[in-house]
């Protein structure tokens, strides 16, 4: 058993160490989960309540163009554009619409840190009971930082 654990271990370092060397291109795109928690709430006490039943899931779905570098590196400076949509279990909705610049070390390692900033728009609807419907279109600011596994 130790052998074949060994051997694993082995395998996973070869296809990381593989997947580090070969050149990047100037193309990334992303998709992911997306968890949005609104209406908190702070009380005088050192508590602070949340109301889950605004608890939204959704998912993001993104594309970088890198600008600049070379055929054998790739640049740091990128155009970012984000579509992301969430839902809750009450008929409620948030769209976000955005584009920015994201600044990633782009090197051979495996884990490269990025930081991204986002502009847009957002909009909301919400339905609470058929009795209360309201859409709500308005700006929308992400600030994204985060290490990336290759």
Request: charged share 15%.
């Amino acid at each position: 058993m130790k052998k074949v654990i060994a051997l694993l271990v082995l395998t996973l370092a070869g296809v990381f160490s593989a997947s580090a060397q070969t050149p990047q291109t100037a193309n990334e795109g992303y998709i992911g989960y997306s968890f949005v928690r609104q209406n908190v709430d702070f009380k005088q006490s050192p508590t602070l309540s949340f109301d889950e039943n605004t608890d939204s899931h959704g998912v993001a779905v993104g594309y970088t163009r890198f600008l600049g570098g070379s055929a054998k590196k790739a640049g740091v400076v990128g155009l970012t554009g984000e579509l992301a949509a969430n839902f809750d279990s009450n008929k409620a909705s948030l769209v976000t619409a955005l584009v920015g610049v994201t600044l990633k070390a782009r090197n051979n390692s495996l884990v490269q840190p990025y930081v991204r900033g986002l502009v847009g728009v957002s909009r909301q609807n919400v339905t609470r009971r058929n009795i209360y419907d309201n859409t709500d279109v308005s700006g929308a600011l992400i600030w994204e930082q985060g290490l990336i596994s290759i």
